[in-house]
């Protein structure tokens, strides 16, 4: 009997607008490279706080986001606390 393993790679990202400007992305996946990390991070412009639902639902892979002035306090809303799991 074989099994396979499907792992998803982890997606990391910056939220904000506009990011034309953000060195983030070549940043951590230079970073990423360099370590060895099965991971991506992107830019994920959104115009509206109130687009971070549906970004997140269209990407589930998404494990973390930074974020960007003047999101930084109208996202807290969205935050939830949830164990990290051992």
């Known amino acids: 009997m074989s099994f396979f393993v499907l792992r998803m790679q982890k ?3 910056i939220i904000g607008y506009p990011l034309s400007h953000s060195f983030s ?8 490279r360099e370590e060895g990390v099965d991971a ?3 830019a994920f412009p959104i ?3 109130n687009e971070l639902p549906a970004l997140l639902q269209a990407n589930p ?3 973390g986001l930074n974020v960007t002035i003047p999101y ?7 935050l939830s606390i949830s ?4």
Do not use: E, M, N, R
């Not at 992305?25 to 990423?32: H, I, L, Q, R």
């Open 61 to 63: 892979t998404v494990a």
């Open 83 to 86: 164990p990290i799991p051992a």
């Open 25 to 32: 992305p070549d940043y951590f996946a230079k970073k990423f």
């Open 11 to 13: 997606q990391y990202g």
């Open 40 to 42: 991506a991070y992107k």
């Open 47 to 49: 115009i509206s706080i």
């Open 72 to 78: 930084k306090c109208l996202v807290l809303p969205f």
